[in-house]
Structures are given as structure tokens and as C-alpha cells.
């Protein structure tokens, strides 16, 4: 390469590439020996949960449609693939579209260890291609989703605002902030998200810009709020910690008067000074001024802010890096081969061989208890006094997407309505077991 | 949005919306208010090194000119930001181009606390827009290559092969590739980072194709070897853990005789096994078979394989996570307004107002000892008998990237020499302080 202009990243018109190599290599090998069109099964799983986690959220199945649809080999992607392949699987990719069927739980279903969120069936030639992609997309969605939605559940109603994306990579933090909102996020700071997912957007004004006002003389403070007041309307949210938290208080409330939307603060301890600036607030009239917090806040620090006057919570660092798990650590396994389960040595302990079903059972008040495992070739078994609920829809059936897979909008109901499910030591922030255990039915 | 086909990511061609919305509420309110066209002066800092870590790695800087280059606001662009923009600031967005000078750490460079490792300066309205596309790129690469450059020392001069993509998301996956690159790593799996960056392509086959040649009668595994060993030859590696190791080494041997280039190992007590293989694969006249190992490695883990015969390391999770650091947690500030140096209330005991300098001190050995800041418009401070070197270097003038800008060759070379660098202790995994002290000259 020669300069760093070379490294153009976009825009990129083809996903195909986005792969691990050795999933070329074995498409050759297979080709070769015949094996590349034998009917195969894959299965997509997380061993565990999260360290502690007691649920996961499945999240990026939404993406997945796209992906596929641009997982094309076009000459500049054959002509990489073309200096280690031999010309038979070279031009073999040339005409690839996937043809086979995928099955997958619900975008805002809940996982726990072992569930089968993506089944992918046709030839392993076609099955083995989609590896990395899927993996890629659900692993790091899932793992976004899943610290999002105890950030929900910690806020307990209150307005979340996701502004993360300046501390994860650029095209990353457009697939957090849509998790985000899966998870039940009001909005975003993040505009591409508007664009791309139609999420609400958020945001106001930096330090930099109460910074700007500051000349020779001094700094300007009221003329930063005036500025932003007379350009946003009395409904902005002011940020109030640059320089002293009572005078920028005073300041706002002389700026934009009573009516003031917000204010926002990004550092100290933001119980304390919730409090403050709420008694301040009231005691200058600005009784409905509500107050913005920010700066490092994960689920627990938004959960020890409960008691405290906050209205609105901005989270950044800790959502867009899954809040200490920033993968979900998913694998994608081929569980049968012809008909006949196939696993490998060390994962009989997590899973069984197979193409398999999911069922989630409930009690009558709606709690669910358990999530049956069975093969897909049995009955389903029996459930008792549950009701059961199947985890898996189609996705594509002979490599096209099925119509109507729900919306991200679905999907966020879904969510919120899963969440109510859980038994209640489910919802705990606290490091505990998976909310219900998983069973594989017929496994002795 | 109807279905999920509405929600395509890409292809993308500009990077304008890679941005946090306050970025533009600002900027309206600074054009409405006259203070759009300061004169500003921008930097881009760690306040602290991810915790316990000694040197953080600069990474992303090759790929800001790409980034800067699609930074433009077509009609789709503008479509969104009108939405809650005025016309005015609207039609200003049209003709953006960014205008201004930039100065950045080279790649491969070090940085510590307080390093200016991007130095922005223009008007208040070009700066402030490009606050979270820098961000995103360089705290997310520079993440990768911090936690990177630990498990290259960690190595000790063995081979690494980066393999994570699947655990990261799909377009961070291609930047991590390219950060483990820069860092010392000698080739990945991710194919996209082979063509868009140039870097070495590795991989040749995962469990799923042993799994594959399983029949209703039996497992295969020497098939399987037979089949790669006709397509890739005899150099290719082998995954020897599907069933039982032992028997894997024996089938391995026997599919490709005694010149088979690798084996390698996905599971279980790695330094245990890697013994037992390679007194096997020896006594089987196997003696140049390397042996790769794979599965949950961080650079702790490598480092404890050290005095084990392990030829190669493929690592994964680890990588792309940053290795519990998944962001840099970089900021990017606002230092001067017209000449004045501004800062928060809060950021004085983190750095000083107004653009700086940034030059460390090494000593005549070549072990560095210390990074000095200071005002960009004050003579650089009197080093004694240390050597000087100067860290910030020009990447944009008037807005045109400088030309020959460092390749990512360059920058790998540069860093394998700062490595050699720092002072012994820089080098150890443990926790511990900076490897050297950050000092702001001139400040009391």
C-alpha cells in the first residue's frame, strides 16, 4: 500500500468479505471432495450468559436481511479470494446466492444458555459461508442489547438517551444505538441511527460551546445559554457544569426563564447534586425544569440514582461496550449432517446434536419457568400445565426473506413485554444464575 | 419503517452522519449567534490510561483521510439534519468542507495520560463537527492496538494470527484486523481487512469440517484431513481437537505424512496438550509440524504458554474487546478561543488550556523517560541532557491531507521500534503506573 489514502474503507456495496478465511478454504476443500452439497444444519448459541447475567437479549436479526441480500462475490471481492482459491471455487462463488432456509428467535426474545437463536439449513457450502457475518452482527447486538436492557429496567421508566458513539467504532455505535432503542432507549445522539434505523434523535450542546463564548475579558456563561436558547427555544437542555453548578443554574434560569426545558450535568456526584439543582431550580420557579445526568453512568450507577430528582439519564462508555461484556459470545455449529446429528467432543455438555426446536414455558400469570430444547424431528414434548411458546419463526425459506419479519418497533414491544416475564429475580442487577434454566428434552 | 429491508446499513458513502446531533444544534446556535467563524483550537486526549495499563498504542490515524474525504452532506444527509436545523445552517452544511489544519501522533506512536494525539484547529464550526467521527475511529483503534501491542510482547517474537471477527461487529471487525496489524500481528483471518488494508490473510479450517465428513455409519476425521490436505497441501494446518486428540494427531500424520505443516489446538489445557502434541507429533517424525493454539487467548494466557512448544497463536475475543479496555476513552476538547486558552472547570488537574506541543525525552540509550507538553506558541522547554523528539506531526493543511502521510507498514515498524523503547518495567502485564511521567512545562 502506498499512502493511507489507499485504505479506503467505503463505501462498501458487498458483505461477502466481511468473512474469516478459513470458511473459503474448507468451501474449497469440501468442493473438492465432494462434500460441499451435503444437506447441512447450523446452529447459532451462546455456551453462557454474561458472567452474572441472568438473561440475554437476542438483537441484530433485523440487520441480518440486508447482510444477506448484499453477501455477493463481484470481481473485486473474487479477485481476493481468487489469489488462495482454485479457479473451481472461485467460480463458484461468482454465480453464490444463498438458497437454504433460516429460522431465528424474535429480535427482543430473551436467551439464555444453549437456545438456538439462528438455525441456518441447505448445503454446507452455502450454510458454512455465513458464518463470520452472523456471528459478527449477532454477537455484538445481542451483547449491546442485552446491557441496554438492564440500564432499562435500572431506570425504571425514566428517559434514557443513548450517546455513546464517539467511544466505539463508527459504524458500531450506529448498530448500539439501535440496540438501545430494541432495549427500550428513548433516543439517540447518534445520526446515522436517525437515518438508517428511525430512531428518535437527542442532543443539545458540549462544554465546547459555553468554551467558545469565553474572550479576553472573561468567560460568558449566560451568553452561551442565550445563544442556544435563541436558537433551540426555551425548550432546550442546558449543560450547566462548566465552570460553578450554582451560577450556571442561575445563569440558565436568567437565559431562558422559568419555562426552561432541562438542564444537563456531566460530572461530580450526581446524586448530590441532583438534589441541589432541583431545590435550586424550584426555588427560582423553574419547578419543571427537569434534570439530565451523565458522565460514565452504567446500570448501576443509574439504578443508585433511583431515589434521586433525575429525569433523564445519558449513557455512553458503559452502553456501547456492553457494560463489561462486550461480546455475547456466540458460536455457530453444525449440528447434522444427511440427517445425522453431528457435535463435537467437548460440547455434549452445552448442547445436543441435531436440528432443533425451541419452547419457552409460562404459568398462567404469564411467568415464564423453562425453555425445552427438542429435536426437530420429535413431537413437541409434553408441557403439563404450561404454555408453551415457539422461540423460532422462518426468516427465509429457499434464500428468500420471508415477508413480514417484525419491525424494530415489534421488536421493542416484544422486549418490554419479555421483560414483565421474567420471574423477578430475573430483573436483579446483581451477578446470579440464568432466570429460568434451559432443558434438552430426550437428553437423558 | 415497515420491515427490516427498510433498515439498510449501507453501501455508505459519506460519514457525515457519524455524528452526535449537539454537534449541529451547536453549530446553529454559534452561526445564529456570530460565533460560528472563532477561531478555534481542538484537542484529542486520554485523560488516563485504561486501568493498570502502562502505554496505550495510537491507532486509526490511516484511516482519518478516508474518513474526512466522505465527510460531505448530500441531499440524504441534509434531508435528516433539517429536520431540527434551521435553513440557514442547513445551506452551510451543503458546501462543507473542512477547512482547517491538523497535526496527529503518528500511528504506532505511544501516548499517555494527557497526550494531544489529534490536534484540530479551524473555525469553531468546522472543528465541532468533527468531533465523534475522530473520536470513534481512534478511541476504537487505538483500544484494539493497545491491547494488541501487550499480546505482541507477550509473544515474544512467536506468531499471531488475529481471528475475532466473529465476536465483534462486522465493520469494527475489519479495524480491529487492521489495529492487531499495525500492532505486530502477522496475519488475520478477516477478509475484508485484506483487501481494504493489505494485510496478510491466514486460516484454513474450523471443526465444521471434520463434523462434515461424518456418515450414518461413523465419524471420519481422517477424511476430512485427507480432503484439506488434497486442497490446500501439505503446509495447510489441521484442527486436531474435534474427537480425541491423540487419535487426531495420528489420523493427521497419516492424511499427510510426516511434512504437514501444522496442527492446531481450539481446546482445553493448551500447555499441557501443546506438550503432549509435540512429543507425539516427534515421535511420529513430525519435527517441523508447528503447532498453533487457539481458544480464549488474552496476553496473559500467551505469555503463560511461553515456555511451552507453541509455534503460533490465533486470538479472538480478547483482541477485538480491547482485552477489558474495549475503548480508549479518549476526549476531544476545545483548548483556545481567538488566541485564549479556555478549559473546564474540571480539566485543569487532566491538562492545561490552549494548543500544545508534545515532544518526549529519551535518553542517549534510546529509553524514553518522559513526554513534555507545552504551548504551542512558547519555545520548546530546555531537555538537558535528554534527546528531544518531536510527536505531533502536520496530517491536514487548509484542509488537504498532507501529502505522504506514514503507511501502515511505516507504522508498524514505528511502533515495534517504541516498544523497544520504553523502560523494562513499560513491558510488564501487570498492573502498574504509566512507563513514563507526562509534564505540562510552565504549569506551576
Request: include cysteine.
Amino acid at each position: 500500500m502506498a499512502t493511507p489514502h489507499a485504505e479506503s474503507a467505503g463505501p462498501r456495496s458487498s458483505t461477502a468479505l466481511l468473512t474469516d478465511q478459513y470458511e473459503l478454504t474448507m468451501l474449497e476443500a469440501a468442493i473438492a471432495d465432494g462434500t460441499a452439497h451435503r444437506s447441512c444444519s447450523f446452529e447459532l448459541f451462546a455456551r453462557r450468559l454474561p458472567d452474572g447475567r441472568r438473561f440475554g437479549v437476542v438483537a441484530g436479526m433485523g440487520r441480518i436481511p440486508d447482510a444477506l441480500a448484499r453477501f455477493r462475490f463481484g470481481e473485486p471481492e473474487l479477485a481476493i479470494v481468487s489469489r488462495f482459491l482454485d479457479a473451481t471455487t472461485t467460480e463458484w462463488l461468482r454465480d453464490f446466492r444463498f438458497s437454504g432456509d433460516i429460522d431465528g428467535y424474535r429480535e427482543g426474545e430473551l436467551y439464555f444458555p444453549g437456545s438456538p437463536i439462528l438455525s441456518v439449513r441447505g448445503t454446507f457450502a452455502e450454510c458454512v459461508l455465513l458464518e463470520t457475518l452472523m456471528l459478527s452482527i449477532l454477537n455484538h447486538d445481542s451483547a449491546i442489547a442485552s446491557a441496554a436492557a438492564r440500564m432499562v429496567v435500572a431506570a425504571d421508566g425514566r428517559r434514557l438517551i443513548e450517546m455513546g458513539s464517539r467511544r466505539a467504532h463508527e459504524e458500531s455505535a450506529v448498530a448500539c444505538a439501535r440496540a438501545a432503542y430494541l432495549a427500550g432507549f428513548d433516543a439517540t445522539s447518534n445520526l446515522e441511527a436517525v437515518r438508517t434505523h428511525g430512531i428518535p434523535g437527542a442532543g443539545t450542546s458540549a462544554h465546547a460551546f459555553t468554551l467558545l463564548h469565553t474572550t479576553e475579558v472573561a468567560s460568558n456563561e449566560e451568553a452561551a445559554f442565550r445563544a442556544q436558547v435563541a436558537a433551540l427555544g426555551v425548550g432546550t437542555t442546558l449543560l450547566i457544569d462548566t465552570y460553578d453548578i450554582t451560577q450556571g443554574i442561575e445563569n440558565a434560569v436568567a437565559a431562558a426563564g422559568t419555562g426552561l426545558g432541562g438542564v444537563r450535568i456531566d460530572s461530580g456526584d450526581l446524586g448530590v447534586l441532583a438534589r441541589q439543582v432541583r431545590n435550586q431550580l424550584d426555588g427560582l420557579g423553574a419547578t419543571g425544569t427537569r434534570i439530565v445526568v451523565s458522565g460514565d453512568l452504567d446500570e448501576y450507577a443509574i439504578a443508585a440514582l433511583r431515589a434521586e430528582p433525575v429525569d433523564a439519564y445519558g449513557v455512553g462508555t458503559a452502553l456501547v461496550s456492553g457494560s463489561g461484556a462486550p461480546t455475547a459470545g456466540m458460536v455457530y455449529k453444525l449440528v447434522e449432517v444427511d440427517g445425522v446429528p453431528v457435535e463435537k467432543r467437548s460440547d455434549h455438555k452445552y448442547s445436543l446434536g441435531g436440528t432443533k426446536r425451541a419452547i419457552r414455558l409460562s404459568r398462567p400469570s404469564g411467568t415464564i419457568v423453562e425453555e425445552v430444547l427438542y429435536h426437530a424431528n420429535e413431537p413437541a414434548p409434553d408441557t403439563g400445565d404450561f404454555e408453551p411458546r415457539d422461540l423460532l419463526i422462518p426468516m427465509a425459506r429457499g434464500g428468500k426473506i420471508v415477508d413480514d419479519l417484525p419491525t424494530l418497533e415489534d421488536s421493542r414491544a416484544l422486549l418490554a413485554r419479555n421483560l414483565v416475564s421474567l420471574p423477578w429475580e430475573g430483573l436483579k442487577l446483581s451477578h446470579g444464575d440464568p432466570a429460568i434454566p434451559t432443558r434438552y428434552a430426550g437428553k437423558g
